[in-house]
C-alpha cells in the first residue's frame, strides 16, 4: 500500500529528501520522480508515491485520513506553515525577538544601590506554534518563551481551542486573561508602547490556568474564564491542581463595538488606511483564596475595570480604569488606578510619537493577602513620552520611551524599566529602546 503526495518543487525537497533516499533503493520510480524534483525545468508539480506502514499500523494519520492523494500545502502567510491542502490539518510556527536597552537614574544611597542602572535585556526570544487538528475548528496555540533573566525555556501559553461557530469560542489551558485590562487581551508584539504599563503590573491577572467561553456578534462580545486565579500560570508559579492559591477565580467581560471593524482592537496603532472606531470595554474579576490555607496568599478580593478606544486615520485614544476591593482579615484594602494613552502617526505607517499617563492609589499597600505590604506612599504617578518606527508594520519596529515617576515606586517592574525607590525619595527615570522582529 502506498500514500500519494501532491506537491510544488520548491516546497517539498526537504519533506521529501529522507523519504527519496529510503525509497530508490526499493522502488526506481523514486529516481525518475527525484530527479524531476530537483531539476525544475522537469516538472512544476509531482505526485510522488510515499511508502506507508502496514495496514495494522492504523495510527499512522496521514494514510488513515486518506489512503489515496494526500495534498500538501506549505508557504508563508503571517508565519511559515505547513498543512493539508483540505484544511484539517496545520501548523504555523513564528519567532519573535525583542532586544531592548535600558537606562534607569533614582535617588539612592550607594549603600542601597547605584544611581545609574543600564544594559542590554534579550526581553523576549519566543517561538509560537499555531494551527489545526482534524478539522479546521479544533485548534492549538503554544508559545515557548525563555526567562529574561536566567534564559531559562518555558511554556509560556498552551490551549486547546474548538470553534462551535464562527460566533462561539472555547479555551482550555494556560493563557492570558482575554477579559480583563485590555492591555493584557493586546499581545505584547502589539503594544503602544515599548511594554506594557506599570498600572497593568499592579493589577493585572496575568497568564491563567483554565477555561473560557467566548460569544461573539458584530457588534459585541461576551467572554467568560474560570480559572485557578491570577498569576496561576506565571513561570513564576508552582503550578500543580493542589498547588493553586484560590478555591476558584471567575472572571466576565464585555466589549461593545459601537462603529469600526473588530480587526481594529487587535493593537494599540491605527493605521491610515483605517476609519474611525469606538470601544467600551467592562468586565470583572472575583477570586475565592483557598479555604483554610494559613498562607493567606490570595485573600478573597473582586476587581472590576472599564477601557474606551477611539481609532481614526492614524488617531489613537486610549482610557482605562480599574478597582480593586479586598477581604483582609486584618481591613479591607480599596486600590484604584486610571491609564490614559494617545498617538498619532505624523508619517503614516512610519513615524508614530505617543504620550501615556498612569495613576496608580494603593490604599497603603502594594498587594492583597499576605503580599499587602506596606509602602511609603499612597499614590504613584508615571508620565511616558515615546515614538515608534515602523518598518513594517508589527512585523518590524523600533521603540524609544522616556518614563519618569513622579513618586515613590514600591516594587520593581523590569519589563517596564522602572526598579524599587527606597523610602522616601522619588524622581525615578528610565530611557528605554527596544528593535522588534516578529517573523
Not at 236 to 260: E, I, N, Y
Not at 303 to 317: C, H, P, R, V
Request: with cysteine.
Amino acid at each position: 500500500m502506498s500514500c500519494l503526495t501532491s506537491v510544488g518543487t520548491t516546497e517539498t525537497v526537504d519533506v521529501l529528501q529522507d523519504a527519496a533516499r529510503i525509497g530508490r533503493q526499493t522502488d526506481p520510480a523514486f529516481e525518475q520522480a527525484w530527479e524531476a524534483l530537483v531539476q525544475p525545468e522537469v516538472a512544476s508539480d509531482l505526485q510522488v508515491p510515499v511508502p506507508c506502514p502496514d495496514e495494522n499500523e492504523a495510527d499512522d494519520l496521514a494514510c488513515d485520513a486518506d489512503p489515496g492523494w494526500l495534498d500538501l500545502d506549505a508557504g508563508y502567510d503571517h508565519g511559515f506553515y505547513l498543512g493539508t491542502a483540505d484544511g484539517n490539518f496545520k501548523l504555523r510556527m513564528l519567532g519573535l525577538l525583542q532586544t531592548r536597552y535600558y537606562s534607569n537614574w533614582r535617588d539612592i544611597d550607594a549603600s542601597v544601590g547605584d544611581r545609574l542602572e543600564a544594559g542590554f535585556v534579550l526581553e523576549r526570544a519566543s517561538l509560537i506554534f499555531t494551527g489545526n487538528v482534524l478539522n479546521p475548528q479544533l485548534q492549538y496555540w503554544f508559545v515557548l518563551n525563555g526567562e529574561r533573566s536566567s534564559g531559562t525555556r518555558f511554556v509560556e501559553e498552551a490551549r486547546i481551542s474548538y470553534a462551535f461557530s464562527d460566533a462561539l469560542l472555547m479555551q482550555i489551558g494556560r493563557l492570558r486573561n482575554p477579559a480583563f485590562l485590555r492591555e493584557l487581551d493586546i499581545s505584547y508584539t502589539r503594544q503602544l508602547g515599548i511594554d506594557r504599563s506599570y498600572y497593568h503590573s499592579v493589577f493585572s491577572t496575568g497568564v491563567l490556568e483554565g477555561i473560557t467561553l467566548t460569544g461573539q456578534t458584530p457588534q459585541f462580545r461576551l467572554i467568560g474564564f474560570l480559572s485557578d486565579g491570577r498569576h496561576s500560570g506565571s513561570v513564576s508559579r508552582t503550578k500543580d491542581f493542589f498547588q493553586d492559591q484560590t478555591d476558584f477565580a471567575l472572571t466576565v467581560g464585555g466589549d461593545w463595538k459601537l462603529f469600526g471593524e473588530w480587526a481594529q482592537y487587535g493593537d494599540f496603532a491605527s493605521w491610515a488606511d483605517e476609519g474611525p472606531a469606538l470601544f467600551a470595554g467592562l468586565s470583572m474579576h472575583y477570586e475565592h483564596g483557598e479555604t483554610h490555607d494559613v498562607l493567606g496568599v490570595d485573600e478573597d478580593f473582586i476587581s472590576w475595570t472599564a477601557d474606551l478606544t477611539y481609532e481614526n486615520a492614524g488617531f489613537m485614544a486610549f482610557v482605562s480604569t480599574v478597582g480593586r476591593h479586598a477581604q483582609q482579615s486584618n481591613g479591607n484594602i480599596d486600590q484604584t488606578g486610571v491609564m490614559m494613552m494617545s498617538s498619532y502617526q505624523v508619517v503614516p505607517e512610519k513615524f508614530e510619537p505617543y504620550v501615556r499617563y498612569e495613576y496608580v492609589d494603593f490604599d497603603g499597600v502594594i498587594n492583597t493577602g499576605a503580599l499587602a505590604l506596606p509602602v511609603s506612599d499612597s499614590s504613584l504617578n508615571v508620565l511616558s513620552l515615546g515614538i515608534n518606527w515602523y518598518f513594517a508594520r508589527h512585523a518590524c519596529k523600533w521603540t524609544t520611551e522616556v518614563l519618569h515617576s513622579f513618586d515613590p515606586v514600591p516594587f520593581t517592574s523590569a519589563n517596564t524599566g522602572l526598579l524599587v525607590d527606597q523610602a522616601g525619595r522619588n524622581g525615578q527615570t528610565v530611557l528605554g529602546t527596544q528593535l522588534q522582529l516578529f517573523f
